[in-house]
């Protein structure tokens, strides 16, 4: 029997079998040696809660794990890495969206993607903040549940990857062409040993610097398609600007490729809560002044680009403007062949700086799915990347899965068209339009009974027929039924919530008028509740400026009808831009 129980005992139970050590924390020290080292090092008295205390305070006894603090940016390194992730790359594609919506519609499109953007990027951070919550998809989660997580997640992916793919074609097209060599040796050569170091950087804040390289790369290739464009060409050829502009004003047709590029061009959301969380002091004001600046600052591109670029070269605009121009040979030396040359390598440039961008949205959906415990899942990537063979080995796989497809896909127009309508406005417009519904449910009904005097039929049988046809044409079962689905979803993250143990606030801290915690759950009767605010107050100091809810304060008419707008806006957006794609294909 004692050899029997011996060997029981020392076979693997299937909770040690999830504790292979890929998936477990690769630094743990005693409590107490933990204590002591915080205490005398400042670095890293900036370590969270949950970096202390592990997934809860239970585990305040065991090992726990301290991990080198989160990198931060400040407000210019952040508008940076925003204006890099919104336009980047996707500005060369502008040109081609003008040409396929109309030039006149096409300035009205950008300013339009430019104002909602700025808006919807707004009301993600006011409802996370609302929530508590640090990530796209634990938003969608708390709000929906798992099919809000499992939505997310595929659509941040494809948003990501999507861009990744067409990065990697443009170096493929261009870089070539600089060199004069073989277009698939100078990717892979280029990407090995320019991108995938700074893919394997850990935080999203270490890329400022290479995000302001690639503002200013920007700047210049706008300026050089702005100067070297046959502008004047063309205004002759037509007899002036005036029927230039005359013929192409709107075009019904295709505008929804159009918009479905420039919802590509001008979308970030995917990637907005993670930059938001790397700002210093991420308060409400602060990100909407990082968040206007970027958008002001990407339309004014967008619309140099575009105009200067389609008035070049009208109908035969290409979905890289960069193809319009004439590549310099022996027997053209002329100085706009050698600018396009320089405008490609910079175009070069900039997608090296803005792959890394889109690489780290991917790598955190991985992350979020497939490292287990409370870390992992709330998107706390500092803490679960501070391994390196971690980082390292979910970098190479994104990196070599976006590069043996660049190497066999040549279409980027396709790939800018496809990602742009189906993921672009899923998280642009769509889902923060949801989120705000959901997030105010119990807010939106009480408004509903107010204005319509019930806030479903099935509640007051006594309505005339106009009120119930007004009642249905308004859709208002959809928006009541997002409510309420919110509603229980919000309640229950937050009953959730409050059984685990507090968490970093890496969007800042916030003061909620309603008490979400009343007192601090423990797990272990060995871990007593002076012992925690010891370990809280005394080795870890955490207090940090915090600001009011966002969301307390009063919601009006307008701010439904604008969550509303989006959520139709997105979803025409959508079905019209994939119908467009494939009648044009």
Known sequence: MVTSSKAKSSSPTPSALLKSPFLTPHRRVSSRASLHSIRSNPSIRSSSRQSLLGSDYGDADDDILVVEPEHKSNLIGCTSNLITAIIGAGIIGVPYAMRQSGLVAGWFLIMLSATLGCKSLTMLVETAKHVDVQSYEVLCEAVFGQIGWIGCNIMMFFMSFGPMLSYMILVKDTLGTVLTVDSNTALVVSSVLVMLPLCLQRDVADLAKTSRVSVLFDVCLVFIIAKFSPISDTVETFGGIGPVISNSIFRPRTIFIGLGILSFA?????????????LENPTRERWTRVSRAALGICATLGIIMGTCGYIGFTETTDGNILNNFAIPSEDDTSNTARAANVARALLCCTM???????HFVARHVIMTNLFRGRQAHEGDDHSVLDRWDRRAATTIVLFSSSLLSALKYDDVGLVLAWTGTVAATTLSYIVPGMLYLGVNGQEYLDFVEDRWGFASLSTDNDV?????????????????????????????????KALMSPTEFRLGKIIHKRKMYDTLPTTSASTNESQLDFMLNDAIDIEEEAEED????????????????????????????????????
């Open 266 to 278: 001008f979308s970030c959301q995917h990637s907005s809560l993670i930059i938001a969380g790397s």
């Open 352 to 358: 090296f700086c803005v792959f890394p961008l889109e």
């Open 464 to 496: 005339s027929l106009y009120q119930r046809l007004l009642w249905y044409l308004s859709m208002m079962p959809i928006w009541c039924g997002i409510a309420s689905m919110g509603k229980r979803g919000v309640a229950d993250h937050e009953a959730k």
């Open 550 to 585: 966002p969301l307390d304060e009063e919601k009006s008419a307008t701010d439904f009808m604008v969550a509303i707008s989006f959520v139709l806006f997105g979803v025409v957006a959508f079905v019209a831009g994939v119908f467009s794609i494939c009648t044009e294909s």
